[in-house]
């Protein structure tokens, strides 16, 4: 079924946007969350289990500690307060692919709660604008196992027959709440997405997870409601499940908020519910009703003793976190001089830490950025391969921008150095010289490359002769020719001028 869509300007002209993001983040404990089972992706099916995850009687949890402390530094990366004293509780609900049929999470005492993270979207200009996403809540819960749908649909609608693997069933999760993000107006998608983005690069940094949307170590979940417009309710709201890209994760909020939006201006009421994001059609589909807490009937685990941090290693956890990723920027983007709109696209092309390594092993900044963001950002995109996974590392990049400040080479030289390093001919100097392509700077050999051009463009001489100096560049381009690039081009024309002026 076609869904009707408003335009976006008709929905902005009628309505405000409210966002709310569940984003669940996939920790990379050696162990699961409350038994000793290993964690590690792509095993067999069904290999990583025991009787503790696989819910079997008499089994009993303990609390992995790592955990613990990931989501405290996790917590405190966000800015929130860390709770003295909190509970685990059983969330009861039909999963198919949770053998104990319920998931021990938090319920009314997370972990870590009302923090804050300040993220930036781009404005006309160039220009960035900061938006503050409050944070409700960030708290433990493991995860649930994987259930493949065998069909021609890939869902459980149309499905031959379905598959469990329990595996995954266990892991830690951390599951970030925001609170209501307001006022965004027409950038709420982009404050979406960036959020999502930025959010992953804080996990990064920390350290507590691989954070691959592709392999569901980060999912998010977008809450969207409408309301008329300056009326400062908040409309009822729909939650799209399991969106696994930051592009996805923006183009989720733009068609909800047309989809919203048309169904109200057509007299309609939403219905809250979950919806599924198609990456193929860009549209979301109906899932199912939408359950409040109280249909998870919680209640405390009785198997599990709280959870009471001292306030001695919170701070000691204090101590461990890494410098913020946004304050990394923009320390990164003022020493290197970068515009607003290169730091952005260093960011966007996964190429600030390639960077700034490379600039540690010697290169200028707008040196280093110009090779990874052309040169290397190319070969990745020709390839389908990660820029960071092309075999050239940033000692390499380093090495062979400094044969350019040398002179020995020049940039489109160095193009073919680049060439050899990604077959793994040696190091920048090796490549040079096996290939002979360090630049000429011999009067000699010059002179006798002149003097050809001179003679084959005998007009281009005459203009020079006549004092349009101007004209040296075609004399120059033949010379460059003739010696396939690997000519002084500044020596080439001085000896062009002295010759004919």
């Known amino acids: 079924m076609t869904e009707t869509l408003l335009s976006f300007d008709d929905v902005l002209e009628r309505y405000d946007p409210a966002l709310g993001l ?77 053998p104990k049929n319920f998931q021990t999470s938090q319920y009314d005492e997370p972990i870590a709660y009302d923090g804050w993270m300040d993220v930036t979207v781009p404005i006309d200009g160039g220009d960035d604008e900061t938006f503050r996403v409050e ?56 404050v979406a997405r960036a959020y999502v983005q930025q959010l992953r690069d804080l996990i990064v940094a920390l350290g507590v997870s691989e954070a691959r949307m ?24 729909t939650e799209t499940k399991n969106v696994n890209s930051f592009r996805s994760v923006e183009r989720a909020v733009r068609f909800e908020m047309q989809r919203h939006a ?141 044969l350019v400040d040398a002179g020995t080479i020049n940039d489109k030289l160095a193009r073919q150095v680049f060439e050899g390093l990604y077959a793994g001919e040696g190091t920048p100097e090796e490549i040079v010289a096996a290939r002979g392509l360090a630049i000429v700077s011999d009067d000699s050999a010059l002179g006798a490359a002149v003097d050809k051009a001179i003679v084959e463009n005998p007009d281009v001489a005459d203009k020079i002769r006549d004092g349009k100096v101007a004209a040296a560049g075609a004399l120059i381009g033949a010379v460059m020719k003739e010696m396939r690039g690997q000519a002084d081009a500044a020596r080439v024309r001085e000896l062009i001028l002295e010759k004919l002026t």
């Not at 095993?43 to 790592?66: D, I, K, S, W």
């Not at 996790?74 to 039909?94: H, M, P, Q, T, V």
């Not at 819960?141 to 595996?167: F, Q």
């Not at 700034?356 to 990874?372: C, M, N, Y």
């Open 22 to 98: 569940e984003v669940h983040v996939e920790l990379n404990t050696a162990s699961k969350m409350f038994c000793g089972c290993a964690t590690v992706f792509g095993a067999e099916p069904n290999t990583q289990v025991c009787p503790t995850c696989l819910g079997l009687p008499g089994a009993m949890p303990v609390v992995n500690r790592t955990a613990v402390e990931s989501a405290i530094r996790i917590g405190l990366a966000l800015n929130c307060s860390i709770a003295e004293w909190c509970r685990f509780a059983r969330k009861n609900y039909f999963y198919p692919d949770m």
């Open 214 to 237: 592709d392999q569901g170590n980060l999912r998010a979940d977008v809450n969207l409601s409408l309301s008329p417009k300056g009326s400062g309710t908040l409309g009822t709201r």
């Open 262 to 402: 048309a169904i109200l201006d057509g007299g309609g009421s939403i219905l809250q519910e979950t919806r599924h994001w198609h990456e193929d059609t860009g549209i979301t589909t109906s899932g199912r009703e939408k359950s409040d807490a109280e249909d998870y009937r919680y209640f405390p685990e009785p198997d599990l003793v709280p959870v009471a941090p001292s306030r001695e290693w919170v701070e000691e956890l204090r101590g461990t976190l890494p410098e913020n990723p946004t304050a990394r920027r923009a320390r990164l983007q003022t020493e290197w001089g970068f515009s607003d709109l290169e730091m952005r696209d260093t960011v966007g092309a996964g190429a600030l830490g390639l960077v700034e390594e490379t600039i540690a092993a010697g290169a200028a900044p707008q040196a280093a950025r110009k090779w990874w963001l052309g040169e290397l950002a190319r070969r990745a995109n020709d390839t389908d391969t990660e820029i960071g996974a092309l075999g050239v590392g940033p000692a390499d990049v380093a090495a062979v921008q400094q």
């Open 135 to 190: 944070i409700e809540r960030a708290h433990m819960e493991e995860d649930t196992g994987k259930s493949t749908h065998v069909g021609t649909t890939g869902r459980i609608h149309g499905a031959d027959y379905s598959l469990v693997d329990y595996n995954r069933a266990g892991i830690p999760l951390i599951e970030i709440v925001t609170k209501p993000i307001r006022g965004a107006g027409a950038k709420a998608p982009e």
